[in-house]
C-alpha cells in the first residue's frame, strides 16, 4: 500500500510560481510511474503532468506544456511539480498518483494510489 502527500499548494498571483511536493511511503518508489492531475470546481478530473519510473520520460497536458516541469528524487521519494507563469485557469485541487510499472499514463483509472490533493489558486 503506496500513501502519497501533497504540499506547496497556495495563492499565488497570476505569472507567479509554486512547487508542489508529492512524498510516497509505505511502497518502492521506483516501482512506480507518477502523475499529477487536477479538479476544479464544477469540473472533471485532467491529467497535468506525468513522468516514468526511472524519470527519464515525461509527458504534459497541453495546457501546460512550457510552463509546468515534472521531475522526481528517488533519494526523497518524492515528485514534485514545478509551476510557472501560473494563470487564474490553473486555480484547482491538485493531486498527485502512482502507477504500478515503467511508463507513464495521462488515464487516471491506469493510476492505482492517490493523494488528497492541494489547493492552488492562481489570481488575476
Known amino acids: 500500500q503506496v500513501q502519497l502527500e501533497e504540499s506547496g499548494g497556495g495563492l499565488v498571483q497570476a505569472g507567479g510560481s509554486l512547487r508542489l511536493s508529492c512524498a510516497a511511503s509505505?511502497?518502492?518508489?521506483?516501482?512506480?510511474?507518477m502523475g499529477w492531475f487536477r479538479q476544479a470546481p464544477g469540473k472533471e478530473r485532467e491529467f497535468v503532468a506525468a513522468?516514468?519510473?526511472?524519470?527519464?520520460?515525461?509527458y504534459y497536458a497541453d495546457s501546460v506544456k512550457g510552463r509546468f516541469t515534472i521531475s522526481r528524487d528517488s533519494t526523497k521519494n518524492t515528485v514534485y511539480l514545478q509551476m510557472n507563469s501560473l494563470k487564474p485557469e490553473d486555480t484547482a485541487v491538485y493531486y498527485c498518483a502512482a502507477r504500478y510499472g515503467s511508463s507513464w499514463s495521462s488515464l487516471s483509472y491506469e493510476y492505482n494510489y492517490w493523494g488528497q490533493g492541494t489547493q492552488v489558486t492562481g489570481s488575476s
Open positions: 513522468i516514468s519510473r526511472g524519470g527519464g520520460s515525461t
Open positions: 509505505g511502497g518502492t518508489f521506483s516501482s512506480y510511474a
